[in-house]
């Protein structure tokens, strides 16, 4: 019961840490990358058997000829590939998420300077017209609808 308890974070539960989703998916791609290394390493040091046939289950029970332990041996995915692979699956599918989002990070600012030329150029185009006071108040209302209409 100690343990239980020592695990449990101060005031008995999580808290929210603020973070950057960028940032947090970044802390991702991080550690899965060190799991899948580590447990490359467990798998590289497998010998050749190792890797499809193994001990899956051990068990001792107790009975009037004393404790006897059996020990079960099968032809399966050793438990150390399995769980390279998946690790290996999940590191792929954060990196993915990754990328899409810088993807669309580069989408955004590439929109947004875009967006400042054309404001830059419709900036240009009614200081040409040479307008009276009372056209530039028009422009100053109409032409962030107009802008708006474009980004929509």
Not at 29 to 34: D, E, F, L, S
Request: proline share 4%.
């Amino acid at each position: 019961m100690a343990k239980a308890l020592a695990l449990r974070p101060p005031g008995g539960h999580w808290a929210p840490i603020k973070i950057h989703p960028a940032e947090a998916l970044l802390q991702e791609v991080w550690y899965h990358t060190g799991l899948c290394a580590w447990l490359d390493g467990i798998v590289a040091a497998l010998e050749r058997g190792e890797m499809t046939w193994g001990l899956t289950s051990r068990r001792v029970a107790s009975g009037a000829d004393g404790a006897m332990e059996t020990a079960e041996w099968e032809a399966a995915m050793n438990v150390w590939v399995s769980w390279q692979e998946r690790a290996h699956k999940a590191k792929a599918q954060v990196a993915r998420m990754a990328m899409e989002g810088l993807a669309e990070e580069s989408m955004v600012r590439a929109a947004e300077i875009l967006g400042a030329k054309a404001a830059g150029a419709f900036e240009r185009g009614l200081a040409r017209l040479e307008l009276t006071p009372h056209q530039w108040d028009l422009a100053r209302v109409v032409y962030p609808e107009v802008l708006a209409e474009l980004a929509a």
